[in-house]
């Protein structure tokens, strides 16, 4: 399979190179040149496949070409070593609950599959190349280990670098995901204190080869100094960099897993009735709903989809004008989604218009035929959170908050509606607590987060400052 760019001025990419890249040369984000759509009798026997057996197949029709079957399955299961189950919240409402895994977010799918990825790609230099470029030939590891480009010395420069920013959960499950993993360093940039604590503890207590940088700014400035990492020329020869953000493709494709998994757990607990399904998931940098896009062009049988937002309405406003006008984020309580500038819109925008070749007006028809927009204060996320809780007994994030109430506003007769419940409340301790008058119990995963010392570097929102830090690693 190639990857283009959505940019359109890169050259075309294979699946090494765009895991390994992560951002295409023009700054573009990679799109696979096309999606495979799956076999009818997938779907007859989904409903009675086990989750992983049902990754592995949608792996296959994104990856079956670039990897090996044994390898691709190893890299599937492994990742999912825990469930994604879809729980009824109330008639019509289930929340699919994406919070079971090592840090209790989504990202831990996405985040988990890219670090077995990139050590499947075993990056060997080539003999015809000089001056520290490095050639990545695909050879399936027997270890943990990433081998070394000789040209490279120590510290964070000898080996592979992730660069992620996060607004919240992508940190914690980026970092937990390469953990310990020799010959691979992670550099987490959040926006300093935007991220709750405990979630800020998931990535600043690590140490090993997690390094935290806590900037001073929002999440778009973070994800800008990575971004701009990428085309330094400089910087590039130096080290080795690559980025598991969404924009990474080995982070988001993985993502479309658990809503086929969904799907089939949703039309085995309903059979033999067979309702139109509506997917909604809260939605900041967009790499979920968009994993979810990728997912419907293969044939997963979703009627259509909600994106709910926070008070960060670019997209939504976007839907109602046709005008996309990015804009400084608003930090709000469900901060996580605190994007104003979302990353994943190119590929929305790309698929929809077939690379190019729509117009935008008929690329706007295309993507509100299919997904509608939702947009929440603080305090409708807080009524929503209270008003489910005395209702149903379920405790909603602030994130699941939003996808939970745009189902009870957008659903309509005849429709089963699934929304994404991203990370485990118990997160958010604070704030649930406070808006629900309860105590949320903590689970053990995260109270061992929360007793370990935090360790981050300060870094000013300058990307000649973050350039002079990674260049003396």
């Known amino acids: 399979m190639q990857y283009y760019s959505t940019n359109g001025e890169a050259p075309m990419a294979d699946l090494q190179k765009a895991v390994v890249k ?12 096309r999606i495979n759509r799956l076999p009818k009798a997938f779907f007859d026997d989904m409903p009675t496949m086990r989750f992983q057996d049902i990754a592995y197949n949608v792996a296959a029709a994104f990856f079956g070409e670039d990897i090996d079957g044994d390898g691709l399955k190893e890299l599937v299961y492994d990742t999912l ?143 800008r100094l990575v971004k701009s990492a990428f085309m330094d020329e400089e910087l590039n020869k130096h080290m ?90 608003i930090q709000t309580l469900a901060n996580a989604m605190d994007v104003g500038d979302p990353s994943n819109f190119a590929r929305i925008i790309n698929l929809y218009s077939e690379n190019g070749q729509l117009s935008p007006e008929d690329t706007h028809q295309r993507i509100t035929s299919l997904i509608s927009g939702a947009t929440y204060s603080d305090e409708q996320i807080k009524e929503t959170m209270r008003k489910c809780y005395e209702e149903t007994g379920y405790i909603l994030d602030p994130h699941g908050a939003c996808g939970y109430r745009a189902l009870e506003e957008q659903l309509q007769e005849g429709e089963v509606g699934i929304f994404c419940e991203t990370a485990h409340p118990a997160k958010f301790k604070e704030k649930v607590d406070d808006i629900l008058g309860i105590d949320v119990e903590i689970p053990e995963r995260l109270a061992a987060f929360m007793r370990g010392e935090k360790q981050s570097v300060p870094m000013p929102n300058d990307f000649e400052a973050f350039k002079q830090f990674l260049l003396e690693q």
């Open 240 to 329: 080795m960099l690559t980025s598991a953000n969404s924009i990474n493709v080995a982070r988001f494709l993985p993502q479309a897993f658990y809503y086929f998994n969904a799907v089939a757990r949703l039309t085995s607990q309903l059979s033999p009735l067979t309702p139109d399904i509506v997917t909604c998931v809260p939605s900041g940098n967009f790499g979920n709903i968009c994993a979810a896009l990728f997912g419907h062009a293969m044939g997963l049988p979703v009627k259509r989809f909600i994106a709910a937002n926070n008070a960060n309405d670019v997209f939504y406003n976007y839907l109602q004008t046709g005008q996309y006008e990015p804009k400084a984020s």
């Open 81 to 223: 070593q825990f469930d994604c189950p879809v729980v009824k919240v109330k008639e019509n409402i289930y929340a699919l609950e994406l919070f079971h895994g090592p840090t209790l977010a989504f990202k831990d799918v996405g985040a988990r599959f890219m670090a077995r990825l990139l050590k499947y790609f075993k990056p060997t230099p080539s003999p015809s190349r000089a001056g520290g470029e490095t050639d990545f030939l695909q050879s399936k590891t027997e270890s943990n280990d990433v081998t070394q480009h000789p040209s490279r010395t120590g510290g964070a420069g000898g080996g592979c670098n992730v660069l992620v920013a996060t607004s919240g959960d992508t940190g914690s499950a980026v970092a937990n995901g390469f953990l310990g993993v020799e010959g691979i360093h992670v550099f987490v940039l959040y926006p300093k204190g935007k991220v709750s604590p405990i979630q800020e503890c998931q990535f600043t207590t690590l140490g090993q080869n997690i390094t935290a940088v806590e900037v001073d700014g929002v999440f778009d400035d973070c994800q």
């Open 22 to 33: 992560g951002l295409a040369e023009d700054r573009g984000l990679y799109m696979p040149e």
